[in-house]
């Protein structure tokens, strides 16, 4: 009766350890870096007008506070720098956001694809606090229209 009573103590010992373990891992949520991708590139001669939409995969709120960027047409980057704007990011959530790029040299040998790298500058602002997260980067290329 009492190695009965022994593997009954250590099936249950081993279910409050599985159920603890389930619980733990419920409880620490998704931390999925946001991820951005191009929805509409528009190329002139001297200019790129992009739209993007920055994604939230993650249990919490975050502020997207800035894009630094480089931006790729034809064989070399044409140009580079920080696009400024605050947007929210809500838990499971995106935006969209539009903004016009100069060219700061003609582009070599355009081709029908644009690209654009660089990092997203971020900070949790939900009360969770447990992201931990400033900055993601990216590496998308789009179709251009003309």
């Not at 603890?20 to 949520?29: I, P």
Request: glycine share 8%; hydrophobic share 35%; charged share 15%.
């Amino acid at each position: 009766m009492s190695s009965a009573f022994s593997g009954i103590r250590s099936v249950a010992m081993v279910g409050a350890v599985i159920s603890l373990a389930t619980l733990v891992g419920c409880s620490m949520g998704n931390h999925s870096n946001p991820t951005l991708s191009i929805t509409s590139a528009r190329v002139t001669s001297s200019r790129a007008i992009l739209d993007v939409e920055v994604t939230n995969p993650s249990d919490y709120d975050l502020t997207l506070n800035e894009i630094d960027y480089s931006l790729t047409y034809g064989l070399f980057p044409v140009a580079q720098g920080t696009y400024r704007g605050y947007h929210t990011l809500p838990s499971g959530g995106s935006t969209s956001i539009r903004f016009p790029i100069s060219f700061s040299s003609d582009p070599v040998d355009p081709g029908s694809e644009i690209e654009l790298s660089g990092e997203m500058k971020l900070e949790d602002t939900s009360n969770k606090s447990r992201m931990q997260i400033s900055a993601a980067s990216f590496l998308v290329t789009a179709p251009v229209s003309r």
